[in-house]
């Protein structure tokens, strides 16, 4: 029987889970339907998913239909969850992206669409809740074709919309012909030549679909079934069966790590190639979305979804989603075996953060502990520790995420936190080259090494390129090593504590104290260079150069699309001006207006509290991580610092020399 691996995807409460518990009463592997607002879904476990009534982390449930068994992933739709849907895609064979027939595409929906359609994942549109009041049907058709901007073949057409009698009536759209003929030479030919038969088309429909060319479209409703068995069957017939060779070398994606019962890792994994049994030992690591070398474990146990059940299995092949025992330093994003289908980044990285406070009975070392482990389940979210302070802070994507990370620390951990005020993550920018150097036993350098370097900008997105303008055979290839690794780590907090993504540092000076002994004795450390020297002293080269270059801070933008009446953009503009928005581009489409621009990461969830009230509750907007800029307005953020602070040379050799001086 042929695998697929389906992803239902959409906007918050369009109506995702519901339609999976409906499709999974339709395959007969629960006998009762469950309601997201009473908290009973099948995928909906996590005790905030079911009090809040939405998605937070993706789950997989297993059925059959005819000749096909289906691996059917129901993701997040929040925003703030984006990071959870990423992994998932790099997974997905073909998706379903549903649609409120009341609420029409919404921002959400425009950004999924194009993701989906980026990393050509055939995907097919379900316009749920055509039984609700307001349900429209060519309106939302329209809005479709106008917002989607992407080729649509209706299947047929719903019928009473906005009552309980609500229906789906089945048969391709008139207009299908020249959509399909549109990428299709020989069925233009044939079109041209007379009447094509039906089974032409819909051989066209399926192949295009498979290719991402075209997107059909689905009405019905998940709450009383209605166009349900024609959306099955279009699953059944339209999408492509997961491929891969069972007998080839092993290769596999984790899209996710849990934490068992007794802290054990378990990872989720994609099979692509090659099959995974119990007591195999296989190398991991090193995916697209990690960095670092390759480890080897043991797979101690193996589970597949199947029937609605999790079953232990011996032995899993190509295609399956598997849950694996026993890579104990396993991480979201590695390949398992041989690198291959990679998983990497489809969305930006959260571009906020804020400081986790602990409660009274809290213990801040437990704490870190518990917040590195979700970092475990969420490469995306950054957990950075400042031992000065005593405080931890994580990135985010929004709001909604802290109450995710409340709720489970309190849950999972029985540590109770609140949070600070969310803050943007900046970059800095160097706005010059500049250079240092300090020689080994001169002007009170302690450490037995010489080291220069030359820091220069690079392109943003150029990440960091490390040089040598000295003979690689001047001194061990380990010191070389050391002073690159501090470089890089040094990068991490620039002269106002923020990153330093992109730019080039060229080694220029080098030297070191040669191993010396006393007679009949030992190694003298005294007198001889380690590592440690190397790495000590770096710093405090690295950060004059840095000085003498300057650096700038970069706040991250938005790039966001805003709909919203015409008549109410005299209201929108100044607001928007006050919160550092840059408006770029008006048009208007009738009664409505789209305004186009940039606006601050760290206000948009003002501008999106304040936008109902300056359009009557008419406004829409999606926003997306777009680039950095400089800080334009207020002071310039400074981010506190978490290392040994080579800003300042005596607190710095205090810290690591235990001597203000050399």
Request: proline share 6%; net charge neutral.
């Amino acid at each position: 029987m042929h695998l697929l691996n389906l992803g239902i995807l959409a906007h918050v409460d369009a109506g995702k889970t519901s339609l999976t518990e409906r499709l999974l009463h339709a395959a007969g592997v629960i006998d009762e339907i469950g309601s997201v607002d009473a908290g009973s879904t099948r995928t909906d476990t996590l005790a905030l998913e079911r009090q809040r009534g939405i998605t937070i982390k993706s789950a997989v449930v297993s059925f059959p239909l005819d000749g096909v068994t289906v691996n059917l992933i129901d993701t997040p739709g929040h925003p703030d969850f984006i990071a959870e849907v990423e992994r998932v895609l790099g997974v997905l064979d073909g998706a379903v992206l549903v649609v409120s027939a009341v609420e029409g595409v919404q921002a959400q929906t425009r950004v999924l669409m194009r993701t989906l359609r980026r990393l050509s994942i055939p995907t097919l549109v379900f316009v749920n809740k055509i039984d609700r009041r307001g349900a429209r049907h060519e309106a939302v058709l329209a809005q479709l074709a106008r917002r989607l901007a992407v080729p649509l073949v209706p299947m047929g057409r719903p019928a009473a919309l906005g009552t309980r009698a609500a229906c789906f009536e089945p048969g391709l759209d008139p207009g299908a012909v020249d959509v399909l003929a549109d990428h299709d030479d020989a069925l233009l030919a044939a079109c041209l030549d007379g009447e094509v038969p039906d089974a032409r088309l819909r051989a066209a429909l399926a192949d295009q679909t498979r290719r991402t060319l075209v997107h059909p479209v689905y009405f019905g409703s998940a709450v009383t079934g209605a166009g349900i068995p024609d959306l099955i069957t279009g699953v059944e017939r339209l999408l492509p069966a997961a491929d891969g060779d069972p007998a080839g070398p092993l290769s596999a994606t984790v899209f996710k790590v849990e934490r068992g019962p007794a802290g054990e890792k378990i990872a989720c994994a994609r099979i692509f190639a090659g099959s995974l049994r119990v007591r195999d030992r296989i190398p991991f690591g090193g995916g697209a979305a990690t960095s670092g070398g390759r480890a080897e474990g043991r797979v101690t146990a193996l589970s597949v979804a199947e029937a609605g059940a999790e079953l232990r299995q011996d032995r899993a092949e190509a295609g399956r989603i598997v849950k694996v025992w026993g890579l104990g330093g396993v991480r979201v994003g590695d390949a398992l075996g041989v690198p291959g289908r990679g998983h990497g980044h489809h969305f930006a990285p959260p571009a906020l953060e804020t400081v986790v406070v602990p409660g009274p009975a809290t213990d801040r070392r437990t704490l870190h502990v518990a917040l590195t482990q979700l970092a475990e389940q969420d490469p995306l979210i950054d957990v950075r520790h400042d031992e000065a302070r005593q405080e931890t802070s994580v990135s985010l994507y929004g709001e909604v995420q802290k109450e995710v990370v409340q709720a489970t620390l309190a849950d999972e951990y029985g540590l109770h936190v609140t949070f600070r005020e969310t803050t943007p993550i900046c970059v800095e920018r160097l706005t010059g080259s500049g250079a240092a150097v300090e020689f080994n036993k001169k002007d009170g350098n302690p450490f037995l090494a010489t080291v220069g370097l030359r820091v220069e900008p690079a392109p943003p997105g150029a990440g960091t390129g490390f040089r040598l303008e000295v003979e690689l055979g001047s001194m061990p290839y380990a010191f070389f090593k050391a002073v690159e690794d501090t470089v890089r780590e040094t990068l991490g907090q620039g002269l106002h504590g923020w990153r330093i993504p992109d730019c080039t540092v060229t080694m220029t000076h080098c030297g070191y104290s040669p191993r010396q002994s006393h007679a009949h004795q030992g190694f003298d450390k005294s007198m001889s260079s380690t590592g440690h020297d190397f790495r000590g002293l770096t710093p405090l080269v690295l950060t004059e150069a840095l000085r003498r270059a300057g650096t700038q801070v970069h706040e991250p933008m938005h790039r966001f699309l805003l709909e919203a009446p015409a008549d109410t953009l005299g209201a929108l503009l100044p607001v928007l001006t006050r919160l550092g928005g840059l408006p770029r581009r008006t048009r208007t489409q009738g009664a409505l207006c789209l305004l186009e621009g940039a606006v601050p990461a760290g206000r948009v969830h003002r501008l999106e509290q304040l936008l109902p009230g300056l359009t009557r509750g008419e406004g829409e907007m999606e926003s997306v991580f777009d680039h950095y800029a400089p800080v334009a307005h207020g002071t310039v953020p400074e981010r506190p610092r978490t290392d040994h602070n080579p800003l300042s040379r005596k607190q710095y050799l205090l810290n690591v020399t235990g001597r203000a001086s050399g």
